[in-house]
């Protein structure tokens, strides 16, 4: 795959395609979307730049040792975040009555705990679809 | 044959399926009975309860916020099984131990 | 009062262990083995509290998030499900201590914390799908113990382990899909899927829609059918269990078959209900199937040569017991099936480690070359010898207790033919377990004379070995500890059936 | 029973998906290819979620996101929307991790047809 084309495109519209990635975990609450779609997006960017660029150079973009953090870090987080309902007094993954800022209606900004989880569901889906197809491409 | 034996079984239960759809609650009513206060409860009270104007995000990261636990470990035993069976090995120094042993 | 979280700790503290250990940078080796004990031994002592607990005050429901039973998602806390967990961790605890040696010789080194990393979230699943009271929970805790499940297995890497996974796999995705369905159409006339609440509706919309629930429950038995090696769709089990690394196996027969059955007794009963299961006939079928696994499972055991397949094929014929247990649909019966669950879990876990134990020291697997291992191996003979008169059901072992329950319930329930098949089956288990045991002991392997000699084995092994007959024999000697408790328990299952 | 074409083109998505379901399971069973096994699981799995998603279905009813602006509508179920997008990710875990076990079998067999391997596999236990 040594394509000047495809190489040139590809690096004009990966920053596109990741901004729309974040736009759709940011947005998971408001619009339909979410971790997993926008994850989903934001991984099928770097796919790309692997498919255009060889694994070397993709795997340069997002190293094992950083993707392997990611992805015990993204469930540790809602781990935790379970965990403030607990100490507020309440069971597990409460979200209102533990004291997450509720914000106003229709603003990014609001509903408590659901971004932040969309946020750690987006990093994980994204690095685990990479990691999943880097792991595929490595073994031939 | 064993295709034949196959094909016909599987025709058979085709036809046992598709014979038990006239029985299931037609697709679309507003009155089925999946279409319930549960539903209803999600509808009305989700932006007062989450905040959330996006339904369904409400219901996978708040109401039911363990299942989506549940399915980021899935990913997460996906990709440890995966990576336990072709996966290079990440634990670099270890394999050179062995070979300065060996 | 925060002993009510004990689930969520225990839970969530396998969990967060489970992913953190992909991060370990130092080489596998002493601190990380004492870390995992130690985790194990955390959480172990929150389940005993959690017993404790539940037997001193009563079962109590905990919902998540703070909202009702049926918007959130629910975990029913009994007695029978709290024992379950202690069982459930007692022995991936002493199975996990007797891997730490034995795994050196079957899978690679670097391997090790893959394999640890499954194991824990293969215990993660297996304690919530027992907890769970919500039909779409259980679902993707059943995903997660799946795939641990095939994974632990294909680790191995060998030719035939591959294809056995491969196998083990394919009929494992076909049962989810199978179950999702069931799970779809049954939430398709009720609309919920916490299982109290599935129950309060069913009884209404049973009359309206019949073929939904008899569809529903179709799927769902031929799914955990599958999962859990019912006659006919047993072939992926003695491929997967004997070619499996020994822990495996033995957490595999063990406990994981273990957590799908008592999945299907809560959708049997919880879910469903005991009148409308009698009444759509499906427990007359389930009989039959079970009575054709206790043969059957038996009668492939017998010409099995390799001694691991023995076991896997025996674990078939005992899934039978527990599935007539569960099809009784009496109180008995389903006390029995819930006993024979835990005796089983015991020993079948003695007998798979100390197979494996022979194999990690001698290399045999075949059992027409057992003659005179019991002087070479004694302790681990002996082991393996509570685990064989617990499978035939001597007097004493916990084995008998079983099958004694089993008998009294297929008489309560007005079913003597079924006793013969017990009977008939206990028979078949004595003709192919106590040949191995009489060439053990008895006979002279040509050129070895009969010399008793210390069990070369390490001491993790033989201690875990042990402690597992131990508990075997335990509950032989005082079935009333894990009886009680599980009759505490049953009307939780049974008689809750509203309507109708 | 007489045919009701109406029965049927009200029902159709339920008729889809059985016939989906017994496709999916015919490519399973039927086909030596592991890979093409692989894709009938994956024609299953599909079944079910149009299953679902068609239990969820209000005609005329619009998707279930909250618009402060316009006010009362009618919403879709979203429930069995939220619990599908559970199974997708299911779905993909399980197909990732057969895909591997693939890789694996082709290294160690040469081949991914089913009936090539049980041959080499009995010439191998007649050795």
Known sequence: MDDLFVKVTTKMILPFIQIYGIYVIIHGHLSPGGGFSGGAIFAASIVLYTLAYGLHKGQKRMPHSISSKVETGGILFYIGIGFVGILAGYPFLTNKAAGFPMGELGKVMSAGLIPMVTVAIGLKVMSTIVTLFHTMLEED | ?102 | MSSLHFPVYILMLLLAFAVTIPLHKKPYGRKFQVLMLSVLGVSWVMALLELLKVLWDAPYSYTFGNYERGIGIEFLVDEFSALMTLVVLTLSVLIIIYALRDLEHEIESSRMYSYFTLVFLMIFSMIGMIFTNDMFNLYVFMEILSLTSVAIIAIKKKKDTLMASMKYLMMGAIASVTILMGIALIYMVTGALNMSEINLEISRVWALYPRNILLAMGFMLTGFGIKAAIFPLHNWLPDAHSSAPTPSSALLSGLVVKAYVFAIAKIMYRVIGENISVNIGITNYIIIFAVMSMIMGSVFALTQRDIKRRLAYSSVSQIGYIFLGLALASELGFSAALFHVISHAFMKSALFLSAGAIIYKTGIRDVKKLDGIGYEMPITMTVFSVGVLGMIGIPGTSGFMSKWYLGLAVLDAGHPELLAVILISSFLNALYYLPIIISAFLRERPGKPLVMHRDKLPRTMKVSMVIVALGSILIGLFPHLVMDIIQRAVPTFIGINLGL | MKLDLSLIANNINYIGAMVLFIIGLYTVLTHSNLIKKIIGINIMETSIFLFFVSIGYVKGAVAPILDPSTGEKIFVNPLPAAMILTGIVVAVSITAFSLSIIIKIHEAYGTIELDEIMKIRSVEVDE
Do not use: C, Q, W
């Open chain 2, 1 to 102: 044959m064993n295709k034949l034996f196959t094909f016909l079984v599987l025709g058979g239960l085709l036809v046992v399926l598709l014979a038990s759809i006239s029985e299931l609650p037609p697709m679309g009513e507003m009155d089925n009975p999946s279409y319930n206060e549960i539903a209803n409860y999600y509808i009305d009270n989700s932006a007062e309860d989450t905040g959330s104007t996006n339904i369904i995000a409400a219901i996978i990261t708040d109401y039911r916020a363990f299942d989506t636990l549940g399915e980021t470990t899935v990913l997460f035993t996906g990709i440890a099984a995966v990576v336990s069976l072709i996966g290079v090995t990440h634990h670099k120094d270890k394999k050179k131990e062995e070979e300065n042993h060996g």
